[in-house]
């Protein structure tokens, strides 16, 4: 069983079924971004996965996995609708818990925040978000 895949379900599963959220973002993307795609959206991100939590036994009890959330305009500025987009996904995410197809989400909470600013093809890009750690089998 992949807790990656599990994770990323939940992750989408639960942004996309809240209509605030939906109501600001136009989309919700884990991976590549379509060429095309309209702005604002939300961008989920594996960054980093902890060792699996192992007790006596070889029971595995879950995998530590942390994803970087956030909203995404293509702006020169804060402005625009990121911060509203940005404190609906930490309202949604922060200590909530679920399952999904895959597998349970056994915790999410914030870490810490997210935001910077890329440039790409003389567009520049804002991110702002959280960086989150779910614990899932």
């Not at 959206?41 to 060792?51: E, G, H, N, P």
């Not at 192992?54 to 009890?61: E, K």
């Not at 970087?68 to 702006?75: F, P």
Request: net charge negative.
């Amino acid at each position: 069983m992949s807790e990656i895949l599990s994770a990323e379900k939940w992750l989408y599963t639960v942004l996309n079924n809240d209509t605030q959220l939906k109501a600001k973002a136009k989309g919700i993307y884990s991976g590549l971004v379509p060429s095309g795609t309209a702005f604002p959206l939300v961008y989920i991100t594996l960054q980093r996965q902890d060792a699996d939590l192992i007790t006596n036994g070889a029971h595995r009890v879950w995998a530590t996995l942390h994803y970087a959330v956030r909203a995404v305009d293509e702006t020169g500025s804060w402005g625009s609708d990121l911060k509203a987009i940005a404190d609906r996904i930490d309202a949604v995410l922060h200590a909530a818990s679920g399952s999904s197809s895959e597998g349970t989400v056994y915790e999410c909470v914030r870490e810490q925040p997210f935001a910077i600013v890329e440039q790409a093809d003389g567009r520049q890009f804002r991110h702002l978000g959280g960086l989150y750690q779910l614990r899932v089998i």
